[in-house]
C-alpha cells in the first residue's frame, strides 16, 4: 500500500487547510485510515481516524475544529482544518491500517503563523 498525501502549506491563524491522502495498491475493505502529526522536538502524536464504516475519534485538542472523512471509491482521507491556531504547526502523516499492518504517507507541512 502507498500513501500520498498532499494540502499542507502556510495559513494565519484561524485560517482553514485541507489535507487529503490517497491510497493505492491492495486496499481489503476492512481498514483504519488517519492522521497523525509531529511537531519539532515532539513525538508523534494522533490527530483523528475514522474507519472503514464511517466510526470517527478525534484528540481533545482538535474536536470542534477538524474533521476526518473518506472516500472508500476513491480511498482517499480528508482532513478538513477550520480555526487553526500556532500549536496546529506540524508535519502530518497519513497512515492506513490493515491486516495488522501499518503504512504511512510522507507527511505534508502545515504551518499556522501570522
Known amino acids: 500500500v502507498q500513501l500520498q498525501a498532499s494540502g499542507g502549506g502556510l495559513v494565519q491563524p484561524g485560517g482553514s487547510l485541507r489535507l487529503s491522502c490517497a491510497a493505492s495498491g491492495v486496499i481489503r475493505s476492512v481498514n483504519v485510515m488517519g492522521w497523525y502529526r509531529q511537531a519539532p522536538g515532539n513525538q508523534r502524536e494522533l490527530v483523528a481516524t475514522i474507519l472503514f464504516n464511517g466510526l470517527v475519534t478525534y484528540a481533545d485538542s482538535v474536536k470542534g475544529r477538524f474533521t476526518i472523512s473518506r472516500d472508500n471509491a476513491k480511498n482517499t482521507v480528508y482532513l478538513q482544518m477550520n480555526s487553526l491556531k500556532a500549536a496546529d504547526t506540524a508535519v502530518y502523516y497519513c497512515?492506513?491500517?490493515?491486516?495488522?499492518?501499518?503504512?504511512w504517507g510522507q507527511g505534508t507541512q502545515v504551518t499556522v503563523s501570522s
Open positions: 497512515k492506513h491500517s490493515q491486516l495488522g499492518n501499518d503504512y
